[in-house]
Nanobody, 116 residues
Framework: QVQLVESGGGLVQPGGSLRLSCAAS????????MGWYRQAPGKQRELVASITSLGSIKYADSVKGRFTISRDNAKKTVYLQMNVLKPEDTAIYYC??????????WGQGTQVTVSS
């Protein structure tokens, strides 16, 4: 059974940084493209970054240059370093596989709130 556990969120002032982690279990993690998603209140969930098994990376335009996705296959963990955070980055952040295939069950997510 696939389990995704996100952590690292919190309250941060605009311009601040956070590092999110997502630990996966129950899957051959190494073979999958992993993504970070976010859902703000009243909005649809969106993909913000993805990383393939070989390390090829894509970012949504809204986070390009500020966020960095990485992965540690030995630890079955994917990370999202978020810098220069803006109020519009406020959302619940989730990880999952890339959207080109059926999604796994979503974890509980981690809340990121950017506010002064």
């Amino acid at each position: 059974q696939v389990q995704l556990v996100e952590s690292g969120g919190g309250l941060v002032q605009p311009g601040g940084s956070l590092r999110l982690s997502c630990a996966a279990s129950g899957i051959p993690f190494t073979f999958y493209t992993m993504g970070w998603y976010r859902q703000a209140p009243g909005k649809q969930r969106e993909l913000v970054a993805s990383i393939t098994s070989l390390g090829s990376i894509k970012y949504a335009d809204s986070v390009k240059g500020r966020f960095t996705i990485s992965r540690d296959n030995a630890k079955k963990t994917v990370y999202l370093q978020m810098n220069v955070l803006k109020p519009e980055d406020t959302a619940i952040y989730y990880c999952n596989r890339d959207p080109s295939a059926p999604m796994w069950s979503w974890g509980q997510g981690t809340q990121v709130t950017v506010s002064s």
